[in-house]
């Protein structure tokens, strides 16, 4: 059973940076696609990046692009997701996802999600 904890939101101003973790217990990760989605109150959930986990190749939303570093630590089975020039636009409860699928902008085709983190950025 894959399990998946983030931490390391918070409250952070405008121009900051935070960076999330998410750690992964369960199989080996090598066949997986692991991900960071977005929830703003009143929004769906929204695709921010994914790597696929034994290649590491990443993927980015054009909104997180050039801001936002997705990485992984294969020893510590450990997701990354370090996020610099924080704009309002950003805040949002922040999902860790794994799939066997392969990578996807959507949320349906990822099997498994941790418990989410709340990023705050204040103007």
């Known amino acids: 059973q894959v399990q998946l904890v983030e931490s390391g939101g918070g409250l952070v101003q405008a121009g900051g940076s935070l960076r999330l973790s998410c750690a992964a217990s369960?199989?080996?990760?090598?066949?997986?696609?692991m991900g960071w989605f977005r929830q703003a109150p009143g929004k769906e959930r929204e695709f921010v990046t994914a790597i696929r986990w034994s290649s590491g190749t990443t993927y980015y939303a054009d909104s997180v692009k050039g801001r936002f570093t997705i990485s992984r630590d294969n020893a510590k089975n450990t997701l990354y997701l370090q996020m610099n020039s924080l704009t309002p636009e950003d805040t949002a409860v922040y999902y860790c996802a794994a799939t066997t699928i392969g990578p996807s902008v959507s949320a349906g085709r990822y099997m498994y999600w941790g418990q989410g983190t709340q990023v705050t950025v204040s103007s």
């Open positions: 369960g199989p080996t990760f090598s066949s997986y696609t």
